[in-house]
Each structure stands twice: as structure tokens, then as C-alpha cells.
């Protein structure tokens, strides 16, 4: 469960907007609440430990968050962070070769020197949380459309800008949406971008059960992978680290998840759910089982091209398994009468207020009427982004004509993926040696051209422009056979060269992307102002509508920014009606263990067997309210020590996208006993182990 | 658009239920109707022109069905048979060769002796109607569940055989249910089994446009292929046969289409229609989307598996492309609220008159029931069906196991596919040196198994079962190496060896069947006698209470058998607002090609430029009520002469399952001017044109 690239370009493209959550429907353990809003004294009511503003700033220091989609912690003072295998796993797969599947036989740095730079992670670290609220609505007041959008845009700016100098990249600030407009905040991080890898087991481990028992629970997986920060070459200091547990946890115990829980949808109206459900997801969800089933068959080439798919294809086959959760959440008539009547019920509140409903009174209808645009407009602007996210070549193609351009522009003015704090990132991304594979990169391309033609049709303008003669398979081919992109000198330079570098640039890529930049930048200006700015507008009054009758000690949305969620390690009862006990063993990974995969256990383990304590506990279901983005987060006791490792949820957790069901609902972690007994017996990594006991 | 193997396999699977249609809905041109009840006179009213009871005898008899899913006519009193490109296709396929691209280089068969058997074509040529309701009804009367389905089916086999004796294979008599239970007919047909191909064109002509333009118009396209029907290794001779019309067709013009409409859902009740819309489709579209995918790339493997794959995807694409549309048409609020409101019309009629009320009232509440229960069976029920459709080795394997079975019982107790009336086209199929690819198998029958893995669950004993301790590729991949059932005479050898033979035989593939029979037939029955049985009884109560309230003068759902629908030549206003013109030309065929797939016009196109005529008429559209089973319809004129050859319909057509929009829903043809200039100038097929010419 990650929010890998995939999530996050269909999140851009689904233009969620995030509201306050419905404190009429929180419930027992409900909440990815944010560190300077945490209900320490439900907990306590609840639980009998409430947790301390020390408490609390120590668990906020200690975790991180990996700006490529998942979460993470420090384990050690010096800059250990653990994290989940699927975290790493593309790391694992761009230091891999053809001659060495790293992916395959794992990655262990057996000393120190072995730790390997991986080539584009960013570790973030949340230091403080300053409320910008008003500078920000006092930026945007009055204004509607495009003027709104950049109004917003060149505040956010500002306040980046604000907290750190620009030259000072290890500094990151960013613009919060909370409570959907409620509250801005500035969230200030502490940024490490050489961040190396430690340690990644097999895949067959790292991902015991694959795609079937993805989202499933029981489990039996080893789903960790180790990094460190670094700071000048060298290991960091991390004094905010979490201790290991000497016990672990047990059934009914409090336990905790600090993470970055990438996003929910739970405060969307009810016109917005719907058009989740009868447009965007029986739209995208065939679209996206169509990638997966050419990426499974791609990988039947041959042994190389199943290593060049192999991550891929994982995050496809996790996106549409979660995605399909969802959308049978919100086809459930049930469920979906649940958010019906809690919309009813805030509106009632609201209409019984003369000055509420003056206020916000129309928002739900003015959001509904957006609907049938956003139903015409859609499909061209979800065109556009599908080229950039599926084809990586293309995708760097087109930022580096953008880094050009905007570069020549003041920070306030640009695009704000190309404001000089968000230039790192893409400064990083453009000059990483990360390999390019020519023959997936044209089935990506030709995917995303052919999905175009099929979603505007053979006569649409933009199609015949962006195809010029050509069919999508002859376009993709010619385009990614002839450019030189999959080079990092040659994207460097063109970065470093700027506008003029553009300009004078023969790639075809480059040429492709520059050509069609002009409208590319016009469609999305158009679907933002004419969707997102009023979809804003009208969501913000009915959160202050909500604020007004609920008050504002709820959670908000998620927003993959900090969050920390409590709750008790607990089975729970599944489809057939059986009861699922909350830990599963390391004798239940042997026994689910075949020749067939996605069951098959590497060598490493087989051979451990006999050292290995079979009635430790593997994983464990407990009822923390977490989603994709989650990923990679420690499961923590009231000690502030780890007691697990979050990777999945369970089935019913799908839902919880939309709302969060506290009697199915399951987070699934990695015991920490089973984590030091794999580190230990059967990886003999030694000196981590010692690491990690060290800091008990 | 054409009734494939997938039409037909997930036709069964969705088990639609067929009723009368509404006739408040009825509006001009509306109609797919029986030559027995065919509204002459309402013709007669809006155009000018009455059919006599001559008139549509002469039409029905010279009207065929393609057993495998198509529509054709007899076009010269020597048996020629007209019908689309995409209906011989299959044929064309299977009488190519790795060095031989058939498919791709069209056939033309110069001499008669030139023309090639098709492995397993079968043409049905309609000869009587005769009403049998009475006699169903008594045999079914008073019995519910597995007792009614069994009393259903065995009648059904007595009244098949008692329409000719059963060694006369020439003899075909269907039991057909219409206006779902209001009325059976047992229909009795000429049957031909030896079918040879005359001609087909190249591919990139005869799919120009190809999916892209799939269920568009404008439309430029040479959709024809040609048969002809032998017995005893002569021409058939064919007195009842289309002239071919001097003129062609003009605009606002009168046309019928004779033809076999696969089928529509125009009469499920509202709870049906959620299921469709809320189960069907959500799981289906995916399932199609991941199958087109994974056989995408592996048609990219080489030349030689992108001619085995290819008449596959085509069929899979236009398959996709039909529920898209139809699942779209349901999610369209307001389409759906009609159907809700002529449902409550029929439901208010009833509640008014006691009897009728008594009768049918709680039908509707009664399906509405049963969806929850279809729910939980339908997955099960749906991996069984798809494994034997996907894999044509395990569907032979099954078919040969089961018909191995089913031979030792009597005719009447069999399952249905397997009367001796049945068994012509299972032995047929089995027989017939159809060419199998077995790296493609291997790829279906993967698909086939990760599915129902998915479906079900890795734990599920059924899933537990078929795999046994391997994963699905494993499992494929040696069933379909090791198993000797891609060899004819194998399987010509288990057939007539029968039970003996199957007990005997060491095949993997059969053994596999063989062990999964008991389970599959268990699921089967328990779906029908669950699920299909209380469907058929309130079906059949609410297509009698409709009678009541409606009369008969209507037309029953389509069931893939013979129909007469009438309309005019007629354009319509596209999605943007714009007239679409009812005709192209050759000329817009010219310019719309290119060099890039579906645009490309084979070189004897090319090379036939200068003689062409460009003003000649390409496409047409027109009124008439058809969908997928009407490929390969005359489009005819007044005097029964052919103007034209049906191939598809318009986007708004797709909606047509569900309900005719007369505003929007159209007819694509391929014009009769078009086809004798293309067969002559282009193909200088002279005794083909001659023979057509000859029979003006």
C-alpha cells in the first residue's frame, strides 16, 4: 500500500477536494489527527495513557516522510530509518542491472561503504507548524477563476519562500490545505536528499502473497526495507529517533501510527462521490487493467524485460486493487446512504441558521452544478496528464521546457511545481541516474497516445496535432527510439541550459513537448479555473459552515502530511463471519509457503528455518485509521517504541477512503519480533541489529 | 460488431433474462420483429408501402443466420452468401499459416474450385415458426427450481426432436422463448454445415478505422465477406435470394434489415438493470480491459503471434467498446429514470385490476430479491464460465468429458448443449481442424485462472481445487504443453470413444476437466435452480400481466434469431451539436487514409484509384433498430433488393440494448454501389459481380 507515482498522478487527476471530517460520524479510534491537534484526552478516557506535548514532539521527530509516497521513522542515532520494501523497492530496481536483479536477491550492505545512494529519494522531517490562515485568505479574498488560482499560487510562494533561503536546500516549507481551506498551515521540513540503501530482502519475501493476498489479512509478509540519511558523505546525527520495544505488543493493546496518510476523501459532497463513482472510477479503473495486463504480458519477453516491469506492474496491480475497493465502498447502497444522510443532516443544521445558510447554504448545489463540466472538460485533462505520468521520457521532456520557462519568471508567478524550492525536487529528478528502459518506455508512451485517441477520438484537434500522422505505436516508437533523454548528462544540460538550451534543442522529445506545451498549459489553466477555484470556493464555505456546527476539534482530510492515529492491536470479524485472531506466526509463513508464486520463500528463509522461533508473532491487525501513504510508518506503544511496521490494511480498510468503519476496518504492520528475528537469523545483519538494540 | 464466442459466453454468463417490450416506449422505426408479427400496416402508415405476406416469406427464407453470431443473406440462386468482413474472419484466420497471412492479404477465390472450406461454419436458413407455448407451459406447470429447469429441458429436447428425424443433420428445430415466457416457438431451419469462403479483403479495408472509428459514423468501410453454402461438395442451389438493387438507396428512403439481433435487455426490471450496471459491468470491463491488454502485447512478441492474436483482440476491442457503451447508457441519470418510470407505469396498471395483481404483483419485488443471492453466486458461477470460454483446450476438454456423460443418458435428461440435436455442432467444433496456438492458450488459460484466483480468494477450496499446489502460470503452462487436444484427430478419437475413451484417456487437459466436472456441474445447477429459475417464473409473470395491460401487437426481446426491422435512410446531430450527412464516399475513404494503422488502405486500393468513382456512396446510415447478431444483414429496399450491407451502428447505438432512441440511434452500412464497385474495380472478382449482376 503505497502512494507511489501512480496514486499520486490520478489523485492530481481526480482533483480531490478534502473537506473537514463529519464529527457526527467519528467514532472509536476514527482520526488521522495532526500533531498540534491530537485528542490526548480521548485517548486517555479511552485508553488510560495520555499521550504529552513531549511525548507528542518526539514521536513528530522521529518520523519522516519519504516525498516519493510513503512514511517512515529514525531507529537509531545515526540517521537508521526503517521503512516498508515496497518503499524501497524502486531504489532496489534502479541500482539493479541486467546482470545483477537486486530486486530479486535483495540488497544487503553487510558494512558501512555498502550503503548505496538512492538516486532520487527525499526524506522529509516535520519541525514545526506555523498557521498561515490568514495571510492566505487575506491573498485570494474576492477573487474567483484564474485570478484566484494565482493569487493562491503566488502566496504559497511567498510563504515558502519565507522560511529558509532559497540557496539552503536541506530547508523545505509547504502550504497546507486543511479542513479543505479551514485552515492553511506551513508545514517546515528538515530535507535529506542522499538517502541510501541499507538493506531490502527478497522479493519474495518483501512481498510474500503478491497481488492475491495484497489488502488481505491474515498475512504473512517481511515487508521492511532499512535506508540512512546522510549529510555531507556521512551518516547523520537522528537524536529523535523511537527505541525498540523489548515486548512487543499484545491483543487490546494502545497503539499508535505516526505517517503521512496520502490522502481521503471522506468530506467530498455527495455530487462529488457520485461523480467519483459513475465517472472517474468505471472510467479509469479499465484503463488501468488494461496497463496491467500489457505490462504482465511485457514481462513474458524475457527475464530482462521482467525486471524492467516488475515494480511497475506492482504498483499497478496495488492502485487497482485499491481503487476497485473504493469504488465498491461507494456502490455499496448502504454505505453510500450513510454519506447521503450525514450531508442531509449538516445541511439541515446550517438552513436552521439564517447567517450559515446565507453563507454556505448553496455551496452543495453550486458543487453539483460543477459536475457536468467537470464531466466534459475531464477527459482532455486527464489526456494530458496520463502522457506525463505514464511516460517517464516524455514527463522530463516536458519539465525541462517548463523548468525553462519558468525559470525566466519571478517565484511568485510560476507554476508551483517550478517555484525554487519545488526546483530541488525537480532539479533531482531530471539529473538522477536512474535507468531508462527504451522498450517499456514505448509501451508506456504508445499506451498513453492511444488512451488520448480513445478518450477524444480520431478527429479531435489536439489528437490530430499531438499524433500528426502518425499512429500512437509509430509516434511512440520514433519518439522514444530517437531521443537522447534517457541520458542524465544530456537532461542535465539541458537544465542547466535553460530556455535558450530548449530553444536550441534537436531531441524529439524536446521538440514534441515544447510543441504541444502551449496547449497543454491552456487546458490545464482552463480546468482549474473553471473547476478547481469555483470546487474550492464553495468547499471552503461549507467548511466553515461545518466548523460553525461542529466546532474544530475533528481531524481533517488526510493530505500525506503528518498524522498520528491511535487505536488497539484487534481482530476482526470477515465476509464469511469467521473471526480473524490479530496476530499471525512465523510457522504460518511456512506453512502458506509453496513452490508456486506468489507463495514461494527464498532460499535465505528455507535455510533459516530451523534457528527460527516458529511461534513468533509476523503480523498484526490493529484498528489505527491509516491509509496508502501509510506506508513505511512504525506502529508504536504508549512508550513511544516500536512495536511493528505498518505496510497494508485489510480488505474493509478500502473503504476508509470515504469513512472509516471501526468494527472491519484493520491496519496490518510487521511485528517487531519477527522483524529482529529475520534481521537477525535469517539475514545475519549484525551490525543493524545491533544498531537497533543498541537504541532500546 | 458482431456476437462472437465472447458475446455469446458472457451473454450466458450475465443469464438475461428476455421480456416483453414496453409499448408505451415504442416510437417510430422501433422494433426488432418476428416475421410472423410483423406491423405492416404501421409501415404502410408512415411510408407508403405495405409488406405482403409474399414479401416477407421471400425475405425470411432468403435470410441467414451464421450459427457462430452472425447475420447473412443468399445473394444468386448458386448459394452465394453475403455477410461482413468481421463474420469470416475467424475463417480466414484459420485458414492461414505461419507463411501465409490470409487475414492480412485477404483471400479471393479467382475459380470456383478456389473456395475453401471454413473448419466449423454453420449457415441456418429459417423455414417455419410454430407456436409450442402451450405444451412448454404444461411441462413446466407447478414446478420450481432444479425440477422446473429439468422439466424445461426436457421438453425442449422432445419438441427439437420431433421436427425431424435425428440422423438428418440438414434438420435444426430451436425451442425459443419470447417476450421471456410469454410465448415459445419451435423454429425450424435449413441447416448448412459445409460453408466455404469466397472472399475477403484485406484487413486494413475491411476493419478501416479500426477500433478507433469502431461504432462511429461518419464510417469508411469495405466491411463484406463472401460464402457460399455446398452440399455434397456442390453449390447449393438457393431459389429464395436477394436481388441486387440498380440504384441504390436515397436519403428519407424506406429499408428494412432482416437479420438476427443477438440479443437485448430492453424489458429487465429496474433491479436488473442496478445489477448490470452496479455488478456486471463494474467487474466485467476490467476483466475485458486486462485480457485486451495482456493480448496487445503479446501480438508485439513477433509477426507470427500478431496474426494469432489478432482476430482475438478485434473481437475483444468491439466487445469492450459494446458494454462500455452500454454500461455508459445506464449511468446516464436520465436515460436510467425512464426505465424507472415505465416500470412504475406497468407496476401501477397492475395494482389496479386485483386478478392481474394477485397474479404478478410481487414479480418485480421477487427478481429484485434475487440480486443479492446472484451477487454472491455470480462470481463462482462466472470463473467456471470464463475458464471454458477462455481456453478453447479446456472448453474441448470439458465438451468431450461431458459429452462423453451426457451420451450415456437419455436424450431428453441431457444437459442442452448435448441433445442429440446439439451434438451436430459440438462434434463439428471438435472436429474441425482449427488451427490452436499454443502459446496463446497458454496465455488465456493463465488469464483464465488468475482470475477466478482473484475472484475467489487464494483460500477458497474451489480455487484450492484447480490449482492444486501450482500457480496459475505454472499450471497453464504445463497443461497446455503436455495435452495432445490441439490435434483433430485426438479429439475426433475421444469423441467417438466416448465415456470409455475420456476414462481411459491420460491427457492432462482431460483429466483436469474430467476431475473439475462434478464441481463445475454442482455450481452450474445450483445457479440455475437458485438463480434462473424463480428469474424464468417472475419473468414469466410479469410478461403475462404486460399482455394484460399492453396487448401482443409488440416486439420481444432480441434472442438471436430471426427479425425484420425497418427504418429510413437518415443522418443525425453528433455529441458536439453537428448534422451528420446519412452517406461518405469512396473519395472520403481516400482522404482519410494515411500511413498509419487503422488508416492504411491496402494497395490494391491504391492502385484502383484512378477507375474508381469517388463520388460513389461508402457508408450509409439509417433508422433501423438492430444490434450485435444483425452483422451481416442485406440492408433491403422495397422490392427486397439490396442497397446495402449492415456492419455496425453509431455510438447512440450502443445504448440500444437497453432502450431505441429514434433521434440519435443509427444503422451502418456498407453501401451496395461501394460493394460492386470495390468487387469489380478494386478485386476484379468479374464471376462473382457477374453471378450478383446476373441476379439483379
Redesign the interface.
Known sequence: MKIGRFSSARAVAGLIVLLVALPLAARADEGMWTFDNFPSKAVAQKYGFEPSPAWLKHVQSSSLRIAQGCSASFVSPQGLVMTNHHCVVECVEQLSTPQQNLVQSGYIARKPEDERPCPAFELDQLTAIQDVTAAVKAATAGKTGDASNLALRAEQAKLQQSCGSSSDKSVRCDVVSLYHGGVYALYHYKRYNDVRLVFAPEYDIGQF?G???NF?FPRWDFDIGLLRAYENGKPVSSPDYLHWSKNGSSAGELVFVPGNPGGTRRELTVAQLEYLR??S??NE??????????????ER?GPEQGREAHETLFFVENQ?KAD?GR??AL?DPRFFATKVAAEKRLRAAVAAKPALQREAGTAWDDIAKLQGLRAQLGPRYNAIQGLEFLSSLFGDAQALVRAGEERTKPNAQRLPEYTDQALVNVQQQIEAPIPVYKDLET?NLEFALAQM??DL??DDPLVRKV?G???P??LAERLVSQTKLDDPAVRKALYDGGAAAIAASTDPMIRFAASLDPDFRSIRKSYEAQIDAPTRAAAERIARARFAVYGTSVDPDATFTARLSYGAVKGFTDAQGRFVQPYTTIGGLFDRS?????YVLPASWIAAKAALDMATPMNLASTNDIIGGNSGSPLIDRDANVVGLIFDGNIFSLGGDFGYDPTANRAVSVDSRALLEGLGKVYHLDRIVQEIEAAR
Chains 1, 2 share one sequence.
Open positions: 502473497g497481488d492475491p493476498d488481505n459513475d465517472h472510477y468505471p479503473l479499465p484503463e488501468l487493467a488494461q496497463y496491467r495486463g500489457q505490462l504482465e504480458q511485457f519477453r487497482y476497485q469504488e465498491q456502490l509501451l485517441r480513445r477520438g480520431t499524433l500522422g502518425e499512429s505505436q509509430q509453496s513452490q508456486a508464486p506468489p
